[in-house]
């Protein structure tokens, strides 16, 4: 039975029939056919770095060095570049296999090393507790900030023949230069890196019960971790440097008293293997306190490059 909501002379089809021809069974049929016809094949999408060819990494570092090396090598097996304004690398590398030989390197290396070893450590220990004084406590930035910072601006090789007069001409002098250009890097960033805490932070560790030292052991200083870290790269960097300066100024022994006497036989030989050493102890240094910022900073993911 249906019932037609049409008027009795209206020409237009009643809604009976229609849901009728929609439910029809060839509809059904139709509906059907269409659900079960086949979908178009999907193929994975891969993204173009994928599809590269992947060359090692070890290689594509290398790549650089040896093509220099190999530069180098041509432009002084033709002459462009003479011995006495730069010496051949096959040269260079027998010069230095000569100071290995004899020792003299070994021992160069050792005293140079003491010197950057004991600089560091008090500049370290002077640095990070001037930025703990100063970051923690608004007395402590109003007393020491200041002359830090000026001092900051005076150019630490300007004040060897001060330290000179002071220390006189031993290895104190020397590591006070050392010293005081491993200071302020660490000082900057270790301050900076206590202010960049989150202030969200602390108020959540103060809602938690911390007291004053508990924030600062748990939440501030691991805040300031990345920076003092990072500090520490730029100190290690200028301590190679005040090392060049202060083995320049009455030296008896160190890679930079080997320098001043192949300056004075213009030796350039072993002043470009002098540097090479300096290069090398450098890249070491960074390598240490780069795997200790990977075992330290676990806990911070970051991006590393693709």
């Known amino acids: 039975m249906s019932i037609s909501h049409a008027p009795p002379d209206s020409q237009e089809p009643d809604i009976s029939d229609i849901s009728q021809q929609v439910n ?49 090598q041509l432009l002084s097996a033709t002459g462009v570049l003479t011995p006495d304004v730069l010496a051949s690398p096959g040269r260079i590398a027998q010069v230095a296999g000569d100071l290995i030989a004899d020792g003299s390197l ?29 970051g923690l406590f608004r007395v402590g930035e109003d007393i020491v900030d200041a ?22 001409i031993g290895e104190a002098p020397k590591i006070a230069i050392i010293t005081l250009g491993v200071t302020f890097p660490l ?5 900076a890196g206590i202010r960049g805490v989150d202030s969200q932070l602390i108020e959540a560790g103060e ?22 870290m990072t500090g520490l790269r730029y100190s290690l960097g200028i301590a190679w440097l005040a090392l060049v300066f202060a083995e320049q100024v009455n030296a008896d022994s160190g890679i930079g008293f080997l320098m001043v006497q192949a300056r004075d036989f213009l030796r350039t030989d072993v002043i470009v293997v002098c540097l090479i050493v300096y290069a090398f102890l450098g890249l070491l240094a960074d390598f240490i306190v780069r795997t200790l910022e990977r075992l330290l900073l676990q806990w911070r993911p970051t991006f590393t490059g693709r």
Do not use: C, K
């Open 24 to 72: 029809s069974p060839q509809d059904a049929v139709g509906s059907d056919a269409t659900t079960d016809a086949p979908s178009p094949g999907l193929e994975p999408i891969v993204p173009a770095s994928s599809r590269r060819t992947r060359v090692p990494r070890w290689l594509r570092r290398t790549t650089g060095p040896v093509l220099l090396l190999v530069l180098w």
């Open 106 to 134: 070994a021992s160069a290396m050792t005293t140079s090393l003491q010197r950057v070893v004991g600089g560091l450590l008090l500049g370290t220990v002077i640095g990070t507790g001037l930025a703990l004084v100063s």
């Open 147 to 168: 002359p830090v910072q000026m001092l900051r601006t005076v150019p630490f090789v300007g004040l060897i023949p001060l330290f000179i007069i002071w220390f006189g």
């Open 187 to 191: 000082y900057l960033n270790v301050y």
């Open 207 to 228: 809602s938690l019960g911390l007291s004053r030292w508990g924030l600062v052991r748990h939440v501030i200083l691991p805040g300031a971790l990345p920076g003092a």
